[in-house]
């Protein structure tokens, strides 16, 4: 009995690997095909987004922090003019508190400006009037004094000057106080407007820590990094936090690897098969490409061009930003050409051929090399099976 069960075991091993021998030629049959195709593609992977949004960000020129107390939920219908986000205002709240305390401060400073102001030109006029009637008085004991001796007269003519000069003074330091006054004056309404504009700042700010949507579209979340943001969350200045779609018009973003960025221009067809419906092709047009190429890896190795897409209109009905997608770019149309797995092209005597399945030799010409096959011209067949 044992001897009957070896044996058995032994001959369903044999079969298992005869199937899987089996097997694997026909995947290599399949593979190893010269196909009729006339179109270069290029695959690369993105996701959606829509062309006509409104990015909502934090305020990018405001130095404070960010905290989130209110965001739209995703998906809800926004209508211009209803709030997306709201920042804690509290802290913006405190610096428009001291601003405004501030600025009445220098308000009432200028006010007590005036008033002082105001008391040293009463004083100066009020020492001008008096030095006035010292030198009328001065002048009439001089016209008096035209039958004294020649000693008295002498006396009251350096009396007079002396009147005269001191008058002159007074004249001079009132108008030297009227500058002086004018300065102070116009230095504080100096520190008023700028205690003003302190405040109008800081007011804008705190009107900032709400944002309103300005189109009507879906609230998504997220970016084409797939970071989101939640309630709760502290953000930095500028930083992105949703966007307000219009479904009506999407684009799907793709990566462009640097290397690949001289075949893709504006006007190119694309095929494009989004992850969440894998039963249906869309189509689209590479519209714009990035002129600065980002980095998409962290060691600074590899860098790509952001491109958009721009999906015909009438076929979008069930997308929406951040899905997935899968595109087919075509980057050029050939014509009389064969594609063929890269690995069957083989080079003999200082010519280019194929080996078909029954072991000829047919000379070709390659055309272009793209994404690991091979376009040729050549006496081949559609759907022949070549060799490796």
């Known amino acids: 009995m044992p001897k009957e069960r070896l044996i058995l075991v032994f001959a369903i091993f044999i079969f298992v690997f005869s199937s899987c021998?089996?097997?694997?030629?026909?995947?290599?049959?399949?593979?190893?095909?010269?196909?009729?195709?006339?179109?270069?593609?290029?695959?690369?992977?993105?996701?959606?987004?829509?062309?006509?949004?409104?990015?909502?960000?934090?305020?990018?020129?405001?130095?404070?922090?960010?905290?989130?107390?209110?965001?739209?939920?995703?998906?809800?219908?926004?209508?211009?003019?209803?709030?997306?986000?709201?920042?804690?205002?509290?802290?913006?709240?405190?610096?428009?508190?001291?601003?405004?305390?501030?600025?009445?401060?220098a308000r009432q400073k200028l006010i007590q400006i005036q008033e002082e102001n105001a008391m040293n030109l009463r004083n100066q006029l009020a020492t001008i009037r008096a030095m006035r009637m010292q030198f009328r008085m001065d002048s009439a004991r001089l016209a008096d004094a035209i039958y004294e001796s020649e000693?008295?007269?002498?006396?009251?003519?350096?009396?007079?000057?002396?009147?005269?000069?001191?008058?002159?003074?007074?004249?001079?330091?009132?108008?030297?106080?009227?500058?002086?006054?004018?300065?102070?004056?116009?230095?504080?309404?100096?520190?008023?407007?700028?205690?003003?504009?302190?405040?109008?700042?800081?007011?804008?700010?705190?009107?900032?820590?709400?944002?309103?949507?300005?189109?009507?579209?879906?609230?998504?979340?997220?970016?084409?990094?797939?970071?989101?943001?939640?309630?709760?969350?502290?953000?930095?200045?500028?930083?992105?936090?949703?966007?307000?779609?219009?479904?009506?018009?999407?684009?799907?973003?793709?990566?462009?690897?640097?290397?690949?960025?001289?075949?893709?221009?504006?006007?190119?067809?694309?095929?494009?098969?989004?992850?969440?419906?894998?039963?249906?092709?869309?189509?689209?047009?590479?519209?714009?490409?990035?002129?600065?190429a980002d980095l998409i890896k962290e060691d600074g190795t590899v860098k790509a061009y952001e491109t958009d897409v721009y999906l015909d209109a009438g076929q979008n009905y069930r997308l929406k930003p951040g899905l997935s997608v899968r595109a087919t770019i075509i980057t050029d149309t050939l014509h009389n050409v064969f594609k063929i797995p890269e690995w069957c092209l083989k080079r003999q005597n200082g010519r280019w051929l194929v080996v078909s399945e029954q072991g000829e030799k047919i000379p070709v010409d390659p055309v272009r090399l793209n994404n690991g096959f091979v376009y040729v011209k050549g006496n081949l067949k559609d759907n022949m099976v070549l060799q490796n």
């Open 21 to 105: 021998k089996n097997i694997h030629n026909v995947s290599r049959k399949t593979v190893n095909r010269a196909v009729r195709d006339s179109l270069v593609v290029m695959d690369e992977n993105g996701i959606l987004g829509s062309i006509n949004a409104q990015i909502v960000k934090a305020p990018s020129h405001w130095n404070v922090e960010y905290r989130i107390i209110y965001l739209m939920p995703e998906g809800h219908f926004a209508h211009i003019g209803d709030t997306l986000v709201k920042f804690d205002p509290a802290p913006v709240q405190e610096q428009l508190d001291e601003a405004r305390a501030q600025l009445a401060l």
């Open 151 to 292: 000693a008295i007269q002498q006396d009251l003519k350096l009396q007079l000057k002396k009147s005269a000069l001191d008058l002159k003074k007074a004249e001079k330091k009132l108008e030297t106080q009227k500058i002086i006054n004018n300065s102070k004056y116009h230095l504080q309404l100096v520190e008023i407007e700028h205690a003003l504009g302190k405040v109008k700042s800081i007011s804008r700010m705190l009107e900032e820590m709400s944002l309103i949507a300005t189109q009507t579209g879906i609230a998504v979340y997220g970016n084409r990094r797939g970071t989101q943001i939640r309630e709760g969350e502290t953000v930095y200045p500028g930083q992105r936090v949703m966007q307000v779609a219009d479904l009506g018009k999407m684009k799907a973003v793709l990566m462009i690897n640097e290397v690949d960025r001289e075949t893709i221009t504006s006007g190119q067809k694309v095929r494009l098969i989004v992850n969440a419906y894998p039963d249906t092709v869309f189509t689209g047009t590479v519209h714009a490409i990035s002129k600065i």
